[in-house]
């Protein structure tokens, strides 16, 4: 029978090689740091992530005038407005066809926190900002109607792709 120090050297010699070869097998198997926030976040999960791409600027001079751009791999566009007015109602809208069929964009304010709305937007003087999801969509425009009061509506869409950030 073997003493109890030889016993006890042979199971802490056992101990320690199965500790180096568990140590040995996690070695470069750390944790994923958390991935960085990017973007500011908007209501119902949108975001605003880099990089962005401003499409052309759309000049309204009247009423009923409509200017439409394409959305090639957009997911989210925000759109701000300046210009001289006193008064402008436009409207939003999308299509998924290449720009034969629109439909009403779903938009809010951008930086509220209240649902987006699908009825027109009026802004009573040359300043705001909208943000509305495309992804999905071939191209959106906007449509003037209503009140138009002033010399010019300037918009300008700025988009965030959806190819991904890697």
Same mark, same amino acid.
């Given at each position: 029978?073997?003493?109890?120090?030889?016993?006890?050297a042979k199971?802490?010699?056992? %101990?320690?090689?199965?500790?180096?070869?568990?140590?040995?097998?996690?070695?470069?198997?750390?944790?994923?740091p958390? @991935?960085?926030k990017?973007?500011?976040?908007?209501? /119902?999960?949108?975001? &605003?992530?880099? @990089? +962005?791409? @401003?499409?052309?600027?759309?000049?309204?001079?009247?009423?009923?005038?409509?200017?439409s %751009? @394409?959305?090639?791999?957009?997911?989210?566009?925000?759109? =701000?407005?300046? /210009?001289?007015?006193?008064? !402008?109602?436009?409207?939003?809208?999308? &299509? +998924?066809?290449?720009?034969? =069929?629109?439909?009403? %964009?779903?938009?809010?304010?951008?930086? %509220?926190?209240?649902?987006?709305? =699908?009825?027109?937007? =009026?802004? !009573?003087?040359?300043?705001?900002?909208?943000?509305?999801?495309?992804?999905?969509?071939?191209?959106?425009?906007?449509?003037?109607? /209503?009140?138009?009061?002033?010399? +010019?509506?300037?918009?300008?869409?700025?988009?965030?792709?959806?190819?991904?950030?890697?």
């Open positions: 029978m073997q003493s109890r120090k030889t016993l006890f199971l802490s010699s056992a %101990a320690m090689i199965l500790m180096i070869v568990a140590v040995s097998m996690t070695v470069g198997c750390t944790p994923k958390a @991935p960085e990017m973007g500011a976040y908007y209501p /119902g999960t949108l975001t &605003s992530a880099l @990089p +962005n791409y @401003p499409l052309p600027v759309m000049t309204f001079t009247a009423t009923a005038q409509t200017v %751009a @394409p959305l090639s791999g957009m997911s989210m566009c925000t759109v =701000t407005a300046s /210009g001289t007015l006193t008064a !402008a109602t436009f409207t939003f809208s999308v &299509s +998924n066809d290449g720009g034969v =069929t629109y439909y009403t %964009a779903a938009v809010a304010p951008y930086g %509220a926190t209240i649902t987006p709305v =699908t009825t027109a937007i =009026t802004i !009573a003087s040359g300043t705001g900002a909208w943000v509305f999801n495309v992804g999905g969509w071939t191209n959106f425009k906007v449509v003037t109607s /209503g009140t138009f009061t002033g010399t +010019n509506l300037i918009l300008q869409p700025t988009c965030t792709s959806n190819k991904g950030v890697i």
